[in-house]
């Protein structure tokens, strides 16, 4: 399965665009990059998801790289709700018929008023 | 819709109790999962379930069993509990197409358990 490593902290300003990145070195071709957030201690909400080419919704913006090992999660203009731990996952296989996530330790994200 | 819901909140247990943690979603979802996540750490998968009727074990299974009679809820049982036990479990479900890599987790809200 594939492995992702994330920075443990980092801080925005208020309004300003954050800008969380992901190395995804062993990715392979047919598992996706998911991000997830943790809002202190609530479940962890989905935000985005890509395959190859880049994607945007209502939260965020995904950027995966050509070689697609590394992303980066954009939130356009982050507000102090946005404080929370980001979590970049890839999907991998279990064998089972089923897709798994594997989350590791995130980002801690901090928006600064 | 509710999404996904889990009772109780909060429990705590007494070493080598019993409990069963309720997962309930009313999505049509497939796939069900439990994780559990320690203070400082990401959540780690402990069972999961393709569909009614089956299940199968994650990374830390141990000390745990799951069913899954109807497709809606998902039960986690923990036979007799251990202080190592202590953590915040986090039930998900998702669509589930067989074979799908992008297929979305929806979580619920989370049980603290304490084990004493």
């Known amino acids: 399965d594939a492995k992702t490593t994330q920075p443990p902290s980092m801080d925005c300003a208020e309004g300003r665009a954050a800008n969380l990145p992901c190395n995804h070195s062993t990715i392979s071709g047919n598992e996706y990059v998911y991000w997830y957030r943790q809002i202190h201690s609530q479940g962890p909400q989905y935000i985005i998801h890509?395959?190859?080419n880049n994607e945007t919704n209502e939260m965020a913006s995904l950027i995966i790289t050509e070689d697609r090992k590394s992303s980066t999660l954009i939130l356009p203009h982050a507000t102090l709700r946005d404080t929370a731990v980001y979590y970049c996952i890839v999907t991998w296989n279990s064998g089972a018929g089923s897709y798994q996530l594997t989350f590791g330790k995130g980002t801690k994200l901090s928006v600064i008023p | 819709n509710a999404g996904v819901t889990q009772t109780p909140k909060f429990r705590v247990l007494k070493t080598g109790q019993s409990m069963t943690l309720l997962c309930a979603q009313d999505m049509n979802h497939e796939y069900m999962y439990w994780y559990r996540q320690d203070p400082g750490m990401g959540l780690r998968l402990i069972h999961y379930s393709v569909g009614e009727g089956t299940t199968a074990k994650g990374e830390v299974p141990d000390g745990y069993n799951v069913s899954r009679l109807k497709k809606q809820n998902f039960l986690l049982g923990l036979e007799s509990a251990a202080p190592s036990q202590t953590s915040v479990y986090f039930c998900?479900?998702?669509?589930?197409?067989?074979?799908?890599?992008?297929?979305?987790?929806?979580f619920g809200p989370g049980t603290r358990l304490t084990v004493l």
């Open positions: 890509g395959l190859k």
């Open positions: 998900a479900s998702s669509l589930g197409l067989a074979g799908w890599a992008s297929d979305t987790q929806y």
